[in-house]
């Protein structure tokens, strides 16, 4: 095939077409030095000059203020599910956990190895279809911390503001699949993190901002890769960073930038989403397991009730050009991811699916 067709594909997930094109020139041959960008040394004028720019440009994207570190670590968002827990967590703390579903499922699992886990708010009985808020969320004594998963790939639910937690604790959050989609004010957080591969580059490289007071208030005595206060210390080049996801993620910043941030993002992506939820509140056909006060702008579920039309509206939409619309299998039915770099046109295609099958079908 030698055309692009539309990626609905929930991660590794869609980039911006500019920055693939920008990319494979960079490959090749970046900024006139002779040497492509993943051939050249970490410790070398070239990455440095990548590096220092994808730092400035996360923190004009996002306004992050001075007492924050950027990160850029490897291991996935798994692994910051136990290097949290193993650096601020102990056998005689607890920490408090949101449950909105199996990413924040896997983050309470590991958190268990390392201390005491309260369970602070679960929509587990709701099949996870919203996010616990008020009285549905009961915090422990003198949590550790407070962790959140932002937007849940598998359900698409989305957080639409932060939790008020208790005084003396800070905040955690998994932000994987929504990260940089909307604005965020990073102050209210100590911790957050996201995998690249699906709002900010390939997979290989997660993005870590954290407080720098908590670096310091880290349990000592940890591997050192495990470590923060390793990767604060060397900016990230303890060892090999993965160069060429932080080169993309530096490319993603300054795409996010030239569109007018975060504020221009989250117009963009309401339009979007819009596109889609609209086609699928038309007609009794569709299923949406998601409450519509919760639903992610970033992963749209939605099914029939029958399996069949399901595996149909798969096997059509994949004739049309449109790929990756199933839902995970944990849950099944359809999924649409449409992150920041997915294009409103491809929104447009898939709204006209939609009616289009259900007209057919319904
Ligand atoms: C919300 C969320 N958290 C964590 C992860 C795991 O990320 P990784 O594969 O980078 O470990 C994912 C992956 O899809 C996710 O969607």
């Known amino acids: 095939m030698s055309h692009r067709i539309y990626n609905f594909a929930a991660g590794p997930a869609i ?77 005689d703390r607890t920490a408090d956990y949101i449950d909105t579903g199996s990413w924040s499922t896997k983050a309470i699992k590991e958190a268990k190895r390392y201390g005491k886990v309260h369970v602070a708010g679960s929509t587990k009985e709701a099949k996870f279809a919203y996010i616990p808020t008020g009285d549905e969320i009961t915090y422990s004594a003198n949590p550790a911390y407070v962790h959140i998963t932002t937007n849940n790939t598998i ?92 080169y993309i ?44 006060d919760c639903r992610s702008l970033m992963n749209i579920c939605f099914r029939t009730a029958s399996d069949e039309l399901n595996a149909k509206f798969l096997e059509e939409s994949m004739a049309q050009g449109m790929s990756g619309l199933k839902g995970h299998r944990s849950v099944g039915g359809m999924r649409a991811s449409v992150y920041n770099a997915f294009p409103k046109q491809g929104c447009a295609v898939l709204g006209d699916f939609i009616r289009d099958f259900a007209r057919k079908n319904g």
């Not at 950027?70 to 910051?80: H, K, M, R």
């Not at 309401?270 to 007609?283: P, V």
């Open 15 to 91: 980039l911006p077409e500019p920055i693939l094109k920008q990319a494979q020139q960079d490959i090749w041959n970046i900024a006139d030095s002779g040497i492509g960008i993943m051939e050249h040394s970490h410790r070398g004028k070239v990455f440095d000059r990548v590096y220092q720019e994808t730092i400035q440009n996360c923190k004009k994207v996002a306004n992050i203020p001075d007492n924050y570190h950027i990160l850029f670590l490897q291991g996935g968002a798994s692994s910051q599910f136990f290097m949290i827990p193993m650096s601020f967590l102990s056998k």
């Open 249 to 292: 993620m530096g490319e993603v910043f300054k795409y996010i930038l030239s569109l007018g941030g975060l504020n221009a993002m989250r117009k963009y992506n309401q339009e979007k989403a819009a596109l889609i939820y609209d086609a699928l509140d038309e007609s009794d056909l569709w299923e949406l397991p998601a409450r519509a």
């Open 155 to 246: 359900y698409g639910t989305e957080y639409q503001q932060e939790p008020d937690i208790p005084a003396g604790t800070f905040l955690i959050a998994d932000t994987c699949s929504h990260i940089f989609s909307k604005p965020i004010d990073v102050s209210k957080y100590g911790i957050i993190y996201a995998g690249a591969q699906k709002n900010l580059g390939p997979s290989g490289v997660t993005l870590v901002i954290i407080r720098d007071d908590l670096v310091e208030k880290a349990n000592a005595d940890l591997p050192t890769m495990l470590d923060y206060r390793t990767h604060v210390s060397k900016g990230s080049m303890f060892n090999t960073p993965p160069t060429f996801g932080i």
